[in-house]
């Protein structure tokens, strides 16, 4: 398959995954302060895992990042937002090293969302301040999401396979 033809097929299938994640977001309530679990942060996770490409994720992350702030409900998220999913996606691309599998995916959804919701919350700590305390957000909204993050990860990992491998089977390493 020509490159243009698999670059076109990675931008539809990271389009897809984000737009899935939106939708989640905007159904899923806020927990504390105005957060809430963040949905486009899963979909970039299983995103990197699956097509394992630099420039196709960066540019998933950017989109990402800038897709969060404009949705965010946290008071001068916008920004924090942006440096979040920017970051994350370098921390994700050295995840992606790993081998494949349902062991590897678990840490990389852990350590990913503990790491986004770092970064966010110390983003937004230092450009506009925090509505509470950085442990009171954490313990409240970080932990949980990492955990709520996981389980929706373990359980859309295989859904996501099956994606990626009705998009482009031949490119694919990842099975079931």
């Given amino acids: 398959m020509s490159y243009v033809k698999q670059t076109t097929r990675d931008l539809a299938m990271a389009g897809l995954m984000l737009a899935a994640g939106l939708v989640l977001h905007f159904v899923c ?17 299983l995103f990197v895992l699956l097509r394992r490409e630099r ?12 897709i969060t702030a404009m949705t965010t409900t946290f008071p ?14 370098f ?15 678990i840490v990389t959804s852990i350590v990913g969302t503990i790491f986004s919701g770092t970064v966010f919350l110390t983003s937004a700590f230092l450009i506009v ?17 990492a955990a709520l993050n996981t389980i929706a990860i373990v359980l859309l990992y ?3 396979i099956k994606l990626n491998n009705s998009l482009s089977p031949q490119k694919s390493g990842v099975r079931l």
């Fill in 29 to 45: 309530p806020a927990i504390v302060a105005g957060m809430r679990p963040d949905f486009s942060l899963i979909m970039l996770i």
């Fill in 55 to 66: 420039k196709i994720t960066i540019a998933a992350g950017i989109a990402t990042g800038i």
């Fill in 76 to 89: 001068g998220g916008q920004i924090a937002n942006v440096i979040d999913k920017v970051l994350t996606t």
């Fill in 91 to 105: 921390l994700l691309l050295g995840f992606s090293m790993l081998p494949e599998g349902y062991f590897n995916t």
């Fill in 129 to 145: 301040g925090l509505p509470t305390t950085f442990k009171a957000l954490f313990i409240s909204v970080v932990l949980p999401a």
């Fill in 158 to 160: 295989p859904l996501a």
